[in-house]
């Protein structure tokens, strides 16, 4: 691993300086202010802090944090890993990651990219791996329609001839942003949500989908033979079938988890070795996590979209189960909640619904219009209490999950 300039060793101390004052005074975790700090001492150290590395970026509108967790893990069987911690996943957050373990043993790095930066984080770079999970409709207020965002990946795809791009092989965008890649591995993720992917990004004909295969009506982009897929009997490649088994819920974690080690064997990881390595992770940074409140038992979720709606709806307990959904409309989030109508709340019919969040009454409205026995109620804990005895499910978009987490992990005197 090449030695640090004297500028980026010391913009990488006071980094981590700044995000331990930050912790200590109660303000966070510090990772994007102490990232922030490490760039305006060194601009360029991001790239810096990234040589000599083996390098896997993981990006997608859903799943990148569960997915780069699950490949720190696989990764960390053969010793320390780098990535970015809390889901921090523009130029500070990866900064901070690198930042924290600058010494010279060239440790492997694991870092969530938001899908728009992905471009940029390329050419700064220089990744071996990039696993591409999914593009759909998320952000619209401020992030780039998908179709332009798969264009750009497409550019930074055939820009990048020494990355091995991992990629989704049922998701039409993703296909064709990866396509172009010297060194593409195609894993069945799956991709229930269609919506967004209806055209062909080729030639604006239509894609028609049986099952899970997929083609253009009007000319030959169609999905590629998966070299991995997940099977009943567990993770199917070219050489064999690994049994695993999860403690993270649902159809869409086994998907995070084939794509995690898919990248994890390009790092020299066997597969039996990556899946065991990820087998007893329970919860990332409070997704999945089963928490008390008030003598009810809660399970936190994120749903932050139509795309993830779908796939919370399988982890949901089975009705009557009740359920508290959580909504904000934050920058992190989206200003625009309007992305609510699509999401297919009658399949919370008969079940008591909540609705809490600083945007209880836009969700209410929306759960009123869907037929549900709902409840506005905004502070999510007394959503949960009003719900006894439980347990209750709680789906939340992404500030509010971390604004939830906070405030349990305080009750509990955690974090």
């Known amino acids: 691993m090449p030695a640090f300039p004297v500028r980026t060793r010391v913009a990488a101390r006071l980094g981590r300086a700044t995000a331990g004052l930050s912790r200590r005074l109660g303000r966070g975790d510090g990772t994007v202010i102490g990232g922030r700090v490490s760039l305006l001492v060194d601009p360029r150290s991001l790239e810096r802090l990234g040589q000599g590395r083996w390098i896997a970026l993981v ?44 010494t010279p043993d060239g440790s492997p790095a694991a870092l969530e990219v938001d899908e728009g930066w992905l471009p940029k984080a390329m050419t700064a770079l220089a990744p071996a791996v990039v696993c591409l999970l999914n593009l759909s409709r998320d952000q619209l207020d401020r992030v780039a329609e998908v179709r332009h965002i798969a264009d750009r990946w497409r550019a930074a795809v055939t820009g990048s ?34 919506e967004d992917a209806t055209g062909c990004p080729s030639c604006g004909g239509q894609i028609v989908f049986d099952g899970p295969v997929w083609a253009c009506a009007s000319c030959g982009f169609r999905r590629p033979e998966p070299a991995v897929s997940v099977g009943p009997g567990g993770l199917v490649t070219a050489e064999g079938t690994f049994a695993f088994s999860l403690l993270l819920p649902g159809r869409a ?17 066997d597969p039996a070795t990556a899946l065991g390595a990820m087998a007893t992770m329970t919860d990332v940074d409070g997704r999945y996590r089963r928490v008390a409140v008030g003598g009810v038992e809660a399970r936190l979720l994120l749903a932050k979209n139509p795309a993830g709606w779908l796939e919370v709806f399988d982890m949901l307990a089975p009705a009557p189960n009740p359920v508290v959904v959580v909504i904000n409309a934050r920058i992190a989030d989206g200003r625009d909640p309007s992305w609510l ?26 759960m009123r219009y869907a037929g549900l026995d709902v409840r506005r109620i905004e502070d999510p804990l007394a959503g949960v209490a009003a719900l006894s005895p439980g347990p209750v499910d709680v789906a939340a978009n992404y500030t509010a999950l971390r604004q939830l987490d906070v405030r349990l992990r305080s009750r509990s005197g955690c974090g």
């Open 59 to 102: 990006s997608g509108t859903n799943g990148k944090t569960t997915t780069t967790r699950l490949l720190t893990a696989a990764l960390a069987t053969r010793g320390p890993v780098v990535t970015n911690p809390q889901g921090s996943n523009l130029p500070p957050g990866l900064v901070a990651g690198l930042g924290s373990a600058v």
């Open 341 to 366: 109508w699509d999401v297919p709340f009658e399949r919370l019919v008969g079940r008591p619904v909540v609705a809490a969040g600083e945007r209880a009454r836009d969700l209410a409205v929306r």
């Open 161 to 194: 001839p020494s990355t091995t791009v991992v990629a989704n092989a049922d998701d039409p965008l993703v296909v064709w942003a990866a396509a172009t890649a010297a060194l593409p591995v195609w894993v069945a993720a799956g991709q229930p949500w269609r």
């Open 253 to 269: 974690n086994q998907a995070n988890a084939a794509m995690a080690a898919t990248a994890a064997g390009l790092a020299g990881v």
